[in-house]
């Protein structure tokens, strides 16, 4: 089985701009997070997608949606890019939320904002 | 709220030597908790994880860990240090409630020397 897949892997914006990170899970898996990883705070949970609903939200503003398509294929955007948006933007994903299921990380999209 | 504490950012040990990486949790249900493995430029990579049953889990490349309800603590070991083990190491809870969010610590950076 293919893992779960990212795109692009890196991306360079500038202040202002918009941004959209594309995630396709493993064949099969229902449920996709997104999470931000930065080295001041780490790895912190953006959203969770499952059956094209956000079922659970982090602590991050409106700037950042996401959303899920029929496939399962998620994409997350970021509008209006601020510098502290640079960060490496990891994707998982999971056969049920809440399920004892490992959930199987992607290798990420690394996002700097000039 | 759940939430995660690894202690000590940085551990170094010898090529051979027990690796012992701490990790401390809180959370008011009983919890999911895993060990993730985050290699240079890459995403992360499960190890093992501990939802019900016995405590104390094995994982990949010689890992477990054991879950002591009574200290809130899931502490990573390997009895012997391969040079391969280098990398970032992060514990994560979440529970059956919060679908597919990790709540994860800070993470252990592990150098080995030879």
């Known amino acids: 089985k293919a893992g779960v897949t990212q795109t692009p892997r890196y991306l360079i914006k500038t202040r202002g701009q918009q941004v959209t990170l594309s995630c396709s899970p493993i064949s099969g898996h229902r449920s996709v997070s997104w999470y931000q990883q930065t080295p001041g705070q780490g790895l912190q949970f953006l959203f969770e997608?499952?059956?094209?609903?956000?079922?659970n939200k982090g602590n991050f503003p409106g700037r950042f949606s996401g959303r899920q398509f029929s496939n399962s294929r998620s994409e997350m955007n970021v509008s209006t890019l601020e510098l502290g948006d640079s960060a490496l933007y990891l994707c998982a994903s999971q056969s049920d939320p809440g399920s004892t299921d490992t959930q199987y990380f992607g290798p990420g999209t690394r996002l700097t904002v000039l | 709220a759940q939430s995660v504490t690894q202690l000590g950012s940085h551990v170094s040990v010898s090529e051979g030597a027990l690796v012992l990486l701490r990790c401390n949790y809180s959370?008011?249900?009983?919890?999911?908790l895993f060990w993730y493995v985050q290699y240079p430029n890459q995403g992360l990579q499960l190890l093992l994880k501990y939802t019900t049953g016995a405590t104390l889990v094995k994982g990949i490349n010689g890992f477990e860990a054991e879950f002591k309800k009574s200290e809130t603590s899931f502490h990573l070991t390997k009895p012997s240090a391969h040079m391969s083990d280098a990398a970032e190491y992060f514990c994560a809870v979440s529970d059956y409630n919060q679908g597919g969010k990790l709540i994860f610590g800070q993470g252990t950076e592990l150098s080995v020397k030879p």
């Open positions: 959370s008011s249900v009983p919890p999911y």
């Open positions: 997608y499952f059956s094209e609903t956000q079922r």
